[in-house]
Each structure stands twice: as structure tokens, then as C-alpha cells.
């Protein structure tokens, strides 16, 4: 299913659907850095406001709520701040349970690459990272790596080189450190 997409800020943001929450998360939170909009977004709203704070949440607000599709707009329809629509959003993605992580540790164990372009095979596994990483789980690079090749086809496994491992490992660790800046 092609992903809609909304012009949000000059900038093209996919709606969220309730699957690409991570993502959308990451576009949504450089979007609202990019507009100066993210204090108004992460802090709850103040004893005492002022017309600059109250615009600041009118445009935040209303940024996350226009990057959201139909059936995720009735989550924070209550909301008044951008902190509130966003905590809001927040519980109801980001599993933390014991559940939702063994889910998630299943999903990435049980990858299976089944052709087509290897690019959407790797997003399909970080994608599933990047939820992990969100319900407070941090997947060695080496854990990564073992997911991945346990994913491959046989065919893949005999022609997987110190190269292409090497290689791997290099992305992965690069993700961290730009994760951890």
C-alpha cells in the first residue's frame, strides 16, 4: 500500500497510519525542530502562557494533527497542547509491555527476504529496530547482523562475504552513532 503523504511545513511528511510510527515520528520531530516548534511539543503547557507560547502550540498542534490519517486523528481529537497530542500518540504506539517486545523480537526473528530489492528487505528489518528501540529494547550491532543473515535465503548464505558482512556491520554501527548524537 502506497503511503499518503501531506504537505506539512513545506515539507512532505507520510500521514501516520498506525504502522509507521517510528518513522513518522523521526520526520515529525525534525519537522517541528526545523519550524521551531519542538519546545511547545515536548513540555507540558506552563502556569503562566503568553501570545508567543499560545502561537507556538497553535502551529505545533496543528502540524501534528495535519500529518495524521483519519483513523489516528480520533486519538488526540481532546488534546489542546502539542505535549498532549504528542504523549498521547506516544501511548498509543509505543508498546513497552513484556508482550509487545516479545512480539517485536519475534517479527525481526522471523524475517524471511522472499526477492525484490534487498534496500526494502533491510527497511522492512530497521523499521522493526526502530520499534524495539521505542518500547526500550537496544539490539547489539552483532544482534542485528545475526537477524539479518538468519533472514537470507540459503542461496545468500553461501555467497555472504567478509565484505558484505563488514559492510553491514559499518551501516548499522553508523545508524547508532547518528542515533546517539
Not at 15 to 32: A, F, P, S
Not at 40 to 66: F, H, M, V, Y
Not at 85 to 104: D, P, V
Request: with cysteine; proline share 3%.
Amino acid at each position: 500500500m502506497a503511503s499518503e503523504k501531506t504537505l506539512v511545513g513545506q515539507m512532505l511528511i507520510p500521514l501516520l497510519d498506525g504502522g509507521n510510527y517510528e518513522v513518522w515520528k523521526i520526520k515529525m520531530r525534525g519537522l517541528l525542530m526545523k519550524e521551531d516548534l519542538w519546545s511547545a511539543t515536548i513540555q507540558p503547557k506552563p502556569e503562566k502562557t503568553d501570545a508567543s507560547w499560545e502561537r507556538a502550540n497553535c502551529r505545533a498542534l496543528g502540524c501534528i494533527t495535519l500529518a495524521l490519517g483519519n483513523d489516528q486523528a480520533v486519538f488526540i481529537a481532546r488534546c489542546e497542547t502539542a505535549w498532549q497530542a504528542w504523549q498521547t500518540l506516544q501511548r498509543q504506539h509505543e508498546r513497552s509491555s513484556y508482550g509487545s517486545r516479545l512480539f517485536l523480537r519475534r517479527k525481526l526473528y522471523s524475517f524471511r527476504y522472499s526477492g525484490g530489492p534487498m534496500q526494502a528487505h533491510l527497511t522492512a528489518m530497521l523499521q522493526v529496530v526502530e520499534q524495539l528501540r521505542g518500547a526500550g529494547v537496544e539490539l547489539s550491532v552483532g544482534d542485528q547482523v545475526a537477524a539479518l543473515l538468519n533472514s537470507l535465503p540459503e542461496s545468500y548464505q553461501e555467497s555472504c562475504t567478509f565484505n558484505l558482512l563488514f559492510e553491514i556491520k559499518c551501516r548499522l554501527r553508523k545508524r547508532s552513532v547518528g542515533r546517539s548524537v
